[in-house]
Each structure stands twice: as C-alpha cells, then as structure tokens.
C-alpha cells in the first residue's frame, strides 16, 4: 500500500533521498516534467489547457523528525541532536532506527521528571559495551528515525511514523493519478527540511514564482485529550486551512476551497490552529508575495512514532486538490 510504503521509507530532515527516489518512481508516468532542484526538492510539473490559467505550487514535505548523533560516550552509550521539534518524554524509551538500519532504544543518563527539555541528557543505548564497539555501526553525523509500524486502526483510521508529512505526500501523489490534464498549470512539490523552518519551500516559491501556493500538510486534532484547543476532529473531512501562527491564508482562495467541496461533495471541516506551521508561510512570503492557501490532514499525536488518521479524511483531501487544481480563478 502506497501510504504504508511512504510512511516506512526512511528521510528525516535533510536526509529525504529514499523517499525523493520512492515518489519519483510512483509519479514518473504521470509527470510532463520532473525537476530535482540543487537542495533535493522533486518538483513535478503537469501542463494546463486553460486560457486563464494560473501557476499553482501545491507544497508537501518529504522529511520526517529524527535525530542525529553528536557524541558516542566512552560506555557506547550516544548523544544526540534533534532534527525537528520533538518532546522528550515522547522520545524516552521509543526505539529509534539508523539509516543503517541499527536499532537503538533512547534512555535517560537523570530521573526523566528532571529532564525537562533538554535532549543532552538524553542518549542512545544500541547494546554496545563501548565506545569502540558502538562505532563499528554508528559514527558522529548519523541520523535517525523513530521506529513506528504502519498499523489498521478502527473508524478507518491508521497509525504510524512520518505521517507527518507522508500523508501529504500521498494527497499529492493521488490528487496527481486522479486530475488528468488540468485548467491550471500546476506544480506539485515534495519539499525537503520542512521541519527545519520550511526550507525547501522557499527555494521552490522562488523558482516556480506561482500565483496561488498550496500547502498540503497535517494538522492537529482537537478531539482527544491533550494541552490543544481547537474544533479539528479526526474523521470530519478533509481540513481548509483559515489561519495558523505562520499565516492567514488567502480569502478568495478559500472561499474557493469551500465551493469546491460543495459542487464535488467533499467533506471538509475548518481548520484553525493556534500553534505550528506549514510551507504555506514561506510561499506567502516568496517574490513579492503570493496568495496562499492549505489543505490539512487532521492528525492525533503528531510529532511522535504512532500518529494516527483517517484514510476517508485523506481521500478527501486528494480529491479536493484534483478538483481545486481544475477551477477557473478570477484574480
């Protein structure tokens, strides 16, 4: 399954080869024209007809939170940085998996209530009784990922790693397979070191210098207990970005997004989020500035090695994006 495959292909931050050579594979028969730029974003360009048409950059990021190590004690114990936002108490006691396919479970070197924030108390515990024994399978610079198995849930639900952002990803690769040649031209993007300040968006934004920009990425849920406040509920539709921290997307656009879902009979739901972000901020913000838009994939846990979605949410989501792609925008 191609959502399980995406999610269990290993491209933490800065690391996204793997997955880049995966969905090249899967969209190669679909694309006009696929560019991997000098940074390693895979731009996927298909041709529009339309007389009016406009440039739409659809952004969704390839890389995946890890860590990378810093330091392999002299007990075979390792330190390590993060790549990305993670919580400690979510990464203590995970198993991690190297690129090399070394497995490690993440320890405490202090009491984990003493931690509070700060991952250089933090280590890696791969069974080495030494330093010189650890280095025979990791060095300094190695990156990781967590370990988190594609699994069917109930409701039609899922969960696994990297669902954040291989669920956008896979919106872009279906929302490719289903739009036939469109209105508009339209560049799908598959961005890399998204977690790292949406890098690979604004070398992308300024490439394409689009007229409407589209980030397809997760967004958190609001209907499970956590320290979150909000209405995005799992199972409620394919999300139509308003706002978040980053920016406050574009009122023609989604107000377009709306009749979109209405005329096709797309569920959708609103999403406004208090915290967080997405490549739609960097595209907004691109050339003299772009009109920005996002769809969003309602996630619980985020951020950790068993998120869980909805596939109905997801396939609402790819739809929304083929059928968006084909309208006639008046601006």
Request: glycine share 10%.
């Amino acid at each position: 399954m191609l959502l399980k495959e995406l999610t269990q292909t290993f491209g933490v931050s800065g690391y996204e080869k793997e997955v880049r050579d995966y969905i090249k594979d899967k969209v190669k028969n679909y694309a006009d024209d696929i560019i991997v730029d000098a940074i390693g974003n895979l731009i996927v360009y298909k041709k529009g007809y339309g007389e009016n048409k406009k440039k739409i950059m659809a952004a969704a990021h390839m890389d995946e939170i890890g860590i990378q190590v810093t330091k392999i004690e002299s007990s075979g114990f390792i330190k390590f940085k993060t790549l990305g936002f993670l919580w400690p108490d979510t990464t203590y006691m995970s198993r991690v998996k190297f690129r090399n396919g070394v497995v490690g479970i993440v320890n405490s070197t202090i009491p984990m209530e003493n931690v509070k924030g700060d991952f250089t108390k933090l280590c890696i515990d791969i069974g080495a009784k030494s330093k010189e024994e650890a280095m025979e399978f990791v060095k300094v610079g190695d990156v990781a990922s967590y370990i988190g198995p594609y699994e069917e849930l109930k409701g039609n639900n899922v969960t696994a790693k990297a669902l954040d952002n291989r669920a956008g990803c896979y919106v872009l690769i279906k929302a490719l397979m289903e739009m036939g040649t469109p209105y508009n031209d339209v560049y799908l993007v598959f961005t890399v070191q998204e977690e790292l300040g949406c890098r690979g968006s604004k070398v992308t934004a300024e490439r394409i210098q689009p007229d409407i920009g589209i980030a397809v990425d997760i967004t958190p849920a609001h209907d499970y207990p956590c320290d979150l406040e909000g209405s995005n509920t799992l199972g409620d539709g394919t999300g139509i970005k308003i706002s978040d921290p980053s920016v406050i997307c574009d009122e023609y656009l989604v107000s377009e997004m709306v009749k979109c879902c209405v005329e096709n009979n797309i569920k959708y739901q609103y999403d406004v989020i208090a915290k967080g972000g997405t490549d739609a901020s960097s595209i907004n913000l691109s050339n003299y500035g772009v009109r920005a838009s996002g769809i969003s994939i309602v996630t619980r846990y985020p951020h950790g090695p068993n998120s869980m979605v909805n596939m109905g949410d997801i396939a609402a989501s790819a739809k929304l994006l083929s059928k968006y792609v084909d309208r006639e925008f008046q601006f």
